[in-house]
């Protein structure tokens, strides 16, 4: 049990709140723990997409690692690999019959690329088959909607063309942070992905003050020095310049595969 788990339930313990049995026996319900959360990681994706999540619900005692098509090679999180950070994960698809949670970080080239790729897709609908909850992070959204798991759904995912592709996949776009659907849940671009996990701690634990104790031993309270960080707080021309250079990046390197105006 990690250190944070037995440091805010230590008071009431001793002063008589919980018993030391109910101590012992803190678990996420589900047991999220039995097969852990399975964050995918490869080439060109978003290195906070992963790590974001990741440190998050490691800092809430739950049993999350990273899994790679193939364990033993690095993962770059750039499109250019002399670039990116590089990672080895924890485990393989290999070693891993089932997750309890799966978690799909997005990217920009790369990503769109894996939409294309029916391993990587076959291997995402055979962990969803038995997940408890199945969540992305920005883009990574493009991969759940190409594997079909969000027909139908609300979702979000980031802001570029939000709408558009997830349209393109039969989804709702729904302009927030993250978006629960049943098991499914979506967050925005990025930085969502730490509200995304906070959310799943919060959902697992069913407990306001428990999520906190998470936040701040995270010291998680943005105050970025300027407004913006989304299409609804950034400047018009900051926003189209934004989306002007993604189309070009995508038409350039892979042609069709926005949706088109």
Not at 89 to 100: F, L, N
Not at 228 to 234: A, H, P, Q
Request: glycine content about 8%; proline content about 5%; charged content about 20%.
């Amino acid at each position: 049990m990690k250190f944070l788990t037995l440091l805010f339930l230590l008071i009431p313990a001793l002063s008589g709140a919980v018993t030391h049995e109910d101590l012992m026996n803190l678990k996420p319900s589900p047991n999220v723990n039995e097969h852990g959360i399975g964050i995918f990681v490869y080439d060109g994706m978003n290195a906070l997409d992963a790590l974001g999540p990741y440190q998050t619900l490691k800092n809430a005692g739950l049993n999350a690692f990273l899994i790679s098509r193939n364990k033993d090679k690095l993962v770059t999180s750039s499109d250019t690999p002399s670039r990116g950070l590089k990672l080895i994960a924890d485990k393989s698809w290999d070693e891993v019959d089932q997750v309890d949670v799966l978690v799909i970080p997005g990217g920009a080239i790369s990503t769109a690329r894996l939409t294309q790729d029916k391993e990587v897709l076959d291997w995402i609908r055979r962990m969803d088959q038995t997940s408890y909850f199945t969540t992305s992070v920005c883009t990574g959204a493009w991969l759940l909607g190409e594997a079909g798991l969000l027909k139908g759904r609300k979702a979000t995912t980031n802001w570029y063309r939000a709408k558009e592709f997830l349209a393109k996949y039969g989804a709702t776009y729904t302009n927030e942070r993250y978006v629960q659907d049943g098991k499914y849940i979506t967050s925005a671009g990025v930085t969502a992905g730490i509200d995304m996990a906070l959310y799943l701690i919060k959902t697992l634990y069913n407990s306001k003050e428990y999520t906190q104790a998470v936040m701040l031993d995270l010291e998680y309270d943005p105050k970025p020095p300027v407004r913006g960080g989304s299409v609804k707080k950034s400047k018009p021309i900051v926003t189209n310049s934004m989306r002007v250079m993604y189309d070009w990046a995508f038409d350039l390197v892979l042609p069709g595969f926005r949706p088109a105006d």
